[in-house]
């Protein structure tokens, strides 16, 4: 229709103007920057609410120590706190024990060396378990059965490795008994969010594949065993006929 191309003409010339296309390119990088500005103030105020929860005093719910709960969702957070406190407590014990191990030698370079491998080693749970707290313990997230087994793995491997942040041996011992309970109860929420239906089916592929690799194996073996039994009777029977040529051969005789 004439009203039709008339419209499209007129926006393909619109589309064609450096000025509106020069206003269309600010409008999107005020866009662009309006959503980065709001995610770093949404950022912001997560790790500032969530260091508030772990610098203020534990409170002890006998309740989220039952292994039948119904929030299991509520026993995450609550457990990923205790998890993120009970690592700042690790690390002051950590620390008074290096003191007492390094002061009487006058060890400096070992006190250094290991509190920096275990600050370093202290970030990196916290950023874990703020970014858990954030991502899959908000009662709004919808993170599937795969999220909260990885989170779990994470959770069960970031612990002992207090162990191999430090060389000193003993006060690392120390310092990660009082980690125990609390990742095993973050754990086990894990588990009971979704993390466990995943670990299920991960290992019943695996079984399955390695039965369908022992059946294909099993099948193969009896196949080739005719071919076998079958090239011995040939092998037999080519050897006969030289047999009987060297002993009707005169000359053969003759020597």
């Known amino acids: 229709m004439p009203a039709d191309d008339m419209a499209a003409n007129l926006a393909a010339q619109a589309a064609a103007d450096p000025r509106i296309q020069a206003a269309a390119q600010q409008q999107a990088q005020q866009a662009v920057a309006q959503a980065a500005e709001q995610g770093q103030r949404a950022c912001c105020t997560s790790f500032t609410r969530y260091n508030a929860l772990v610098l203020s005093r534990p409170k002890l719910q006998l309740e989220e120590f039952s292994f039948s709960r119904e929030d299991w969702l509520g026993t995450f957070r609550y457990w990923n706190v205790v998890w993120a406190q ?6 002051c014990v950590y620390l008074a024990c ?12 070992t006190f250094i060396k290991n509190l920096f491998g275990r600050s370093i080693y202290g970030i990196s749970v916290h950023l874990l378990a703020l970014f858990g707290y954030t991502c ?44 125990v309970i609390p990742t095993f109860y973050v754990c086990l929420a894990c588990w009971k969010l979704g993390g466990g239906s995943t670990a ?3 290992g019943n592929q695996l079984s399955a594949g390695i039965q369908q690799r022992m059946t294909t194996s099993a099948s193969r073996a009896p196949a080739s065993e005719p071919a076998a039994t079958a090239a011995a009777p040939g092998t037999a029977n080519a050897a006969a006929p030289a047999t009987t040529v060297a002993a009707g051969d005169p000359e053969r005789e003759a020597h």
């Open 98 to 109: 290096l003191l007492i191990l390094c002061i009487p030698g006058f060890q400096a370079w």
């Open 86 to 91: 009970t690592q700042v407590l690790a690390f």
């Open 200 to 202: 299920r089916n991960l």
């Open 136 to 179: 899959i313990g908000d009662p709004g997230c919808c993170a599937g059965n795969a999220v909260f087994f990885v989170w779990g793995m994470l959770y069960l491997v970031a612990a002992p490795m207090c162990l191999a942040a430090t060389e000193t041996a003993w006060p690392a011992y120390v310092a990660s008994t009082f980690l």
